[in-house]
């Protein structure tokens, strides 16, 4: 697989740096010098007050739908509130997603009752199956046996994965570039059925029946609360509607979001020593950052800072773009490609991939 070039979980461990010991010069680790200097720079401290900042204003932004929804009534004009809802919901999951990887605190107490309330209470988001398949992401990412990520499914990642796709699912993967952004208005609702789907599996990531009737509960309270809410401010065809925006606009925006940072980069198990790479290589050579200023950061939830955020998943958000110019400097030194592009070069190349892997069925109806 060619490299792209120009470049919400249960706390994530801290990465070993005696796991990255191959490829290293003299047979030592290539992540331990990286990781010393990130925390001489104290870049992993937790950064708790500009979280709560974050947090109270994304609460009070979504209190101030929901006053605005009550003043406007049942009114189709309320609709156009499902557009700041959708920005907001967002804001929340990246939020969630910061606090299952200790990036809030490193009380996991805590850090779990935040998840909790941004992932299962506020979006109906399981926390404990986002966490399980999150953290086997971060483990192996863009490994095609490991990754959840990329498994194939709706979409699939290499060629070897559209054989026998026929049907429905062959016209998808023809033609899943162009799909790509109308599949994740999907994207909200869907991560609401799969937690749902694990809640009752026997075989979910529930560790305890205490765990699962707390998740649970909490998912059952936020379709009561949400359904509640709009029924009573709105008529049931205008609540419909307010609803269906609302989540294909947060599904979009979180597509946009994930999309860029992997699609398109080295799949470990494509490369005959993919499985030996140690933490930098595999980290640094799957990932994908977005060039750009705050309004980058704030729109993509700091994950723009992928390499970043892979090699220290618990280093707080604020602290990605100041760990940024030891890591690039860390990997020039090791010749190791460290892939930045621009905000929209980055979907170009991601869908650019979508679209070249779907080419054999396209080439089997005659179409380019």
């Known amino acids: 697989m060619s490299q792209a070039t120009a470049t919400l979980a249960a706390p994530l461990a801290a990465p070993d740096p005696h796991s990255a010991r191959r490829h290293g010069k003299g047979g030592g680790s ?14 992993l401290e937790r950064r708790p007050g500009w979280y709560a900042r974050g947090i109270v204003v994304n609460l009070l932004g979504i209190a101030a739908v929901i006053t605005g929804l009550a003043l406007i009534g049942p009114s189709w004009w309320a609709l156009l509130l499902a557009v700041p809802l959708a920005l907001l919901s967002a804001r ?18 805590l850090g779990r009752v935040i998840q909790l309330v941004h992932a299962n209470l506020l979006l109906g988001m399981s926390r ?16 095609l046996d490991k990754d959840p990520d990329v498994a194939a499914d709706i979409l699939v990642f290499a060629a070897h994965q559209t054989d026998g796709r026929t049907g429905l699912r062959g016209w998808l993967t023809r033609h ?21 789907q694990a809640l009752f599996a026997k075989d979910g990531p529930y560790r305890t029946r205490r765990e699962r009737l707390v998740e649970g509960g909490l998912l059952l309270a936020h379709l009561a609360g949400y359904v509640t809410l709009l029924l009573t401010l709105l008529s049931p065809l205008q609540a419909l509607a307010f609803a269906l925006i609302h989540q294909m606009l947060f599904g979009v925006h979180l597509g946009m979001a994930f999309a860029p940072n992997h699609k398109g980069m080295e799949m470990p198990d494509a490369h005959p020593d993919g ?27 700091g994950l723009n800072y992928q390499v970043e955020h892979h090699l220290f998943p618990s280093m707080p958000r604020p602290h990605l773009r100041l760990a940024q110019s030891a890591v690039r400097a860390h990997c020039a030194e090791l010749g190791i490609p460290y892939t930045e592009t621009g905000f929209v070069a980055s979907y170009r190349q991601a869908l650019g991939h979508l679209h070249e892997v779907g080419a054999p069925l396209r080439a089997g109806d005659g179409v380019a």
Do not use: C
Not at 30 to 43: C, H, N, S, V, Y
Not at 92 to 109: E, L, M, N, Y
Not at 275 to 301: A, C, E, M, P, Y
């Open 275 to 301: 499985d030996s790479w140690g933490h930098l290589r595999r980290q640094v050579l799957t990932s994908r950052n977005i060039r750009g200023g705050f309004l980058t950061d704030w729109f993509l939830g």
């Open 176 to 196: 899943q570039a162009w799909m790509f952004f109308p599949l994740t208005t999907l994207e909200g609702i869907a991560l609401k059925v799969y937690g749902v």
């Open 30 to 43: 290539e992540f331990a010098p990286l990781l010393r200097t990130i925390k001489d720079q104290g870049l």
């Open 92 to 109: 929340v999951a990246f939020v969630g997603h910061d606090a299952g990887h200790s990036q809030i605190t490193d009380r996991r107490g």
């Open 128 to 143: 404990e199956w986002w966490n399980d398949k999150h953290n086997r992401h971060h483990a192996n990412p863009n490994h």
